[in-house]
């Protein structure tokens, strides 16, 4: 037997995969059921990392599994493009992104070929592509006649550095997402995209999905649903005459009577409207100015802060009781969540206890328990259900009681509402950059916001050399006269074109219905071709976006489906996240990290086969794992037991000995594809090895259904052994049944004792009875062949088999 050359091998089959029929996705194939197996593109930054590695692999070995199991499989790739990565060479190295993008694509694309990954390569294209943007904008054309687009004046987190307006989603944590920067809040004109209106669907989409609890729970926290009450209160003077009327929202309505002040967020109207009432309006202003330096994350994470401005000479009045209360500005309450006011409790809210004792306002309990140090809270009372106090005609009754009877005095008086509020906002939905989908939208002086026509997409983004938007914050775009200056579609006048660029998620948004019909010119993907292959079965890739493009694609498949352009409300049938490669400081690998290890260079030195179950065998797929090349070997020895397996072939059939071992492979690594727990599957396939090596041969037919067991972790190798022995492509094959009457050991091992003592072991057929073990122990164990008289004998069967003498 030759030494396996892995260099050539791998390249051999490689080559072949370009154009493996067995790879391609047949639309309405007429026998096999179809399976949607969709990783989440790359980014075309161009470089193969670890990470790709851990979160292709397990995609393609399932892919290769369901296709031996006879389904007819979408595994597509294609490329993020659009945004950050070519945007900031674009202005380092004055780079045209349109050429930086296309080499990154063809680079990562031959990075996953060199790992052998079995994408059908027909589908493949990026975001940035007109084609693909053609219909991004189509959509947006879509939501926005649909009134799910709008522009208005907003407060937005802003980044100072990447002169860009990011969403909340990507400005977590107060810190920018592009460049890490702290982010600030600025009035710019922003266009949003109706998502709050789709928090219900989209909480439904997470109870559909399959996916990890953790994951679902921190998608159902962003979306931050919570149920309770609007009460109106009454703003009064100081003479009690009626000026306005503020509304507060609260999930605590039980402490209703234990108001003793009012919150507004500094933005509230209120101030504006009634700042001829309030006599202290030049402290009031200097507190909203310090306020706008503040970003949103800091306002409501900076617990410890008890800053507050006091509205003197207005009035808050509680419906429930008339107590009137005094009214303060405090920059942890928001304008854009809720009602933009809350009530405040300091007896049983721990932030409202510090800010009373701070700003000496009296403390009303309302609820039984300690207040002499601090708030006696929600938590802890809820979970006590304890009494009421204080509380008029409530007082001496338990918390929940009262909240259910509270609520309903509030809604039968027409003191308030039951309400639901989600934290989730609108998505705002441009950038001022370059490299990006333009609007297809123009701004008229007679007209207004005018839509293009549908057939006059796609609006290529102009070219230019100068990435940098101007000092105002501007989009490079509004340097290009040439682009900005249009005429109205509409009345044929004067216009201006929309300069902002759509964010980079746009683009992720809806990509995996383009691979149903990648090259359709007259539609996003027909339908009938959608319906077929209908939600993705399996959906792989990070769970650093999980708020992010997971939540957008729910959104914008829910909108495209009551648009009647998409199959279902929900995207993804099933979501794995997958783990992260941890360098040896335990963060997170990639290109950048120092002590990054090349994937390719792996892959160079050691094979694909060899790094793809390297890489899985370190960790199950939604673990973290750090990355080393201790047992690297190990891998490399197993594979070269696999490839010598061709010196040991007998005759055919499954051998009685082996069929256990066999059976039991199968059953393993059938789960374990199922569930992409990979490093198990390897486990697996190294103790049949191990089985076949101590019996000295394996026989053709259990050859062949091992090859195909290892095929999706290790392909080249395997379809180089099948093609030598049996001829032809193992990607052909179909995958073994398990035979589950093979699935019990057919030989057992009895141990033997002699008055309680072991004496011996014999191996016995599992069916074998009393009397025969018995027959079998006299002439076989040494301690029973003089033995005249047995006294008895205690048999469990697989436990104990004990001849008392
Ligand atoms: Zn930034
Ligand atoms: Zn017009």
Redesign the pocket.
């Known amino acids: 037997m030759s030494e396996y050359n892995f260099r050539e091998v791998e390249k051999k089959w490689q080559d072949r995969w370009e154009n493996e029929p067995n790879f391609r996705a047949v639309d309405f194939h007429p026998t096999k059921p179809k399976y949607y197996m969709l990783y989440e593109f790359p980014n075309t930054s161009g470089t193969l990392h670890m990470g790709h590695l851990k979160g292709t692999v397990p995609s393609d070995a399932l892919a290769r599994y369901k296709r031996f199991k006879g389904y007819n499989v979408l595994f597509p790739i294609g490329g993020d493009s659009f945004g950050l990565p070519a945007e900031n060479a674009a202005i380092k190295y004055g780079t045209n992104p349109k050429q930086f993008v296309q080499d990154g694509m063809k680079k990562i694309l031959d990075s996953f070929k060199k790992l052998g990954l079995s994408f059908d390569w027909t589908r493949t294209f990026c975001t940035s592509d007109p084609d693909y943007y053609k219909w991004t904008q189509w959509i947006f054309l879509q939501l926005f006649k649909n009134g799910k687009a709008y522009k208005q004046k907003g407060h937005v987190n802003f980044?100072k550095?990447?002169k860009?307006v990011?969403s909340n989603e990507d400005s977590q944590g107060g810190k920018?997402d592009?460049?890490?920067?702290d982010v600030i809040q600025v009035d710019r004109d922003v266009w949003f995209l109706k998502m709050k209106e789709y928090s219900e669907k989209l909480l439904k989409n997470i109870d559909n999905i399959q996916m990890a609890d953790n994951l679902k729970e921190a998608q159902r926290n962003w979306i931050g649903k919570s149920e309770g009450v609007e009460l109106s209160m009454p703003v009064v003077d100081e003479n009690g005459v009626e000026l306005s009327q503020v509304k507060i929202f609260t999930t605590c309505i039980e402490t209703v009577y234990g108001i003793t002040y009012v919150v507004l967020a500094p933005e509230h109207s209120l101030v504006d409207s009634l700042k001829d009432k309030i006599e202290n309006m030049d402290e009031v202003l200097k507190y909203k100015e310090k306020t706008a330096l503040k970003s949103e994350f800091d306002r409501i994470s900076q617990v410890k802060d008890k800053s507050g401005c006091k509205l003197c000479g207005l009035y808050a009045i509680n419906p429930l009781n008339n107590k009137k209360v005094p009214l303060y500005l405090g920059d942890y309450v928001l304008g854009n969540y809720g009602t933009g006011a809350v009530m405040a409790v300091p007896a049983h809210d721990q932030r409202d206890y510090e800010f009373a004792k701070e700003h000496n306002i009296e403390i009303v309990q309302v609820i039984d328990g300690d207040i002499s140090n601090q708030a006696v809270e929600k938590l802890e009372y809820i979970s006590k259900n304890s009494k009421m106090l204080n509380s008029d005609k409530f007082s001496g009754l338990s918390v929940l009681d009262a909240k259910k009877q509270i609520t309903d005095l509030i809604v039968k008086n027409g003191f308030g509402r039951v309400q639901i509020n989600y934290k989730m906002q609108d998505w705002p939905f441009n950038r001022q950059r370059y490299w990006g989908e333009p609007f297809p939208v123009v701004f008229c002086d007679k007209c207004g916001i005018v839509p293009l026509d549908e057939k006059d997409l796609p609006l290529l983004l102009p070219e230019t050399n100068d990435y940098l938007p101007n000092e105002m914050g501007d989009s490079p775009l509004s340097k290009i006269e040439s682009f900005v200056h249009t005429k109205c579609p509409k009345c044929g006048g004067d216009a201006r074109r929309e300069t902002d660029t759509m964010p980079n998620w746009a683009g992720s948004s809806w990509y995996w219905l383009r691979y149903c019909d990648p090259h359709n010119p007259n539609a996003l993907a027909d339908i009938e071709k959608l319906k077929y292959w209908g939600s993705v079965d399996c959906y792989t890739g990070g769970t650093e976006h999980i708020t992010r493009h997971v939540l957008y694609a729910f959104f914008w498949q829910n909108f495209l489906y009551e648009i009647g352009v998409a199959p279902s409300r929900d995207p993804f049938i099933r979501k794995m996240g997958s783990g992260l490669i941890l360098d040896d400081e335990g963060k997170k690998m990639s290109k950048s990290s120092k002590n990054g290890v090349s994937a390719l260079t792996v892959v160079e030195k050691y094979g694909a086969d060899v790094t793809r179950m390297h890489i899985q065998f370190l960790a199950g797929y939604e673990d973290n794992c750090m990355w080393t090349f201790n047992g690297i070997d190990g891998i490399v020895n197993f594979l070269d037991r696999v490839w010598k397996l061709q010196d040991i072939v007998r005759d055919d059939g499954v051998s009685d000995k082996h069929a256990y071992a066999l059976n039991t492979l199968i059953k393993k690594v059938s789960e374990d594809y199922e569930n992409l727990k990979l490093n198990t599957a390897i486990s697996a396939c190294m103790i049949f090895i191990k089985t076949i090596k101590e019996d000295g041969y394996i026989t053709r037919q259990e050859l062949k259904d091992f090859l195909i067991c290892l095929n999706p972790l290790a392909p080249h190798i395997t379809s180089e052994i099948y093609e030598r022995v049996f001829g032809g492509d193992i990607a052909n094959e179909t995958f073994p049944e398990v035979d589950e009457s093979k699935l019990v050991l057919s030989e057992i091992e009895i141990p033997v004792q002699v008055n309680g003592k072991l004496k011996g072991v014999l191996k016995v057929s599992k069916d074998t009875t009393q009397d025969e073990i018995l027959s079998l122990a006299k002439t076989n164990i040494e301690a029973l062949k003089n033995v005249d008289t047995i006294k008895k004998v205690i048999f469990v069967p697989g436990k104990i088999f004990n001849v008392i003498v």
């Open positions: 980044c550095t990447c860009t990011l920018c592009r460049c890490g920067n």
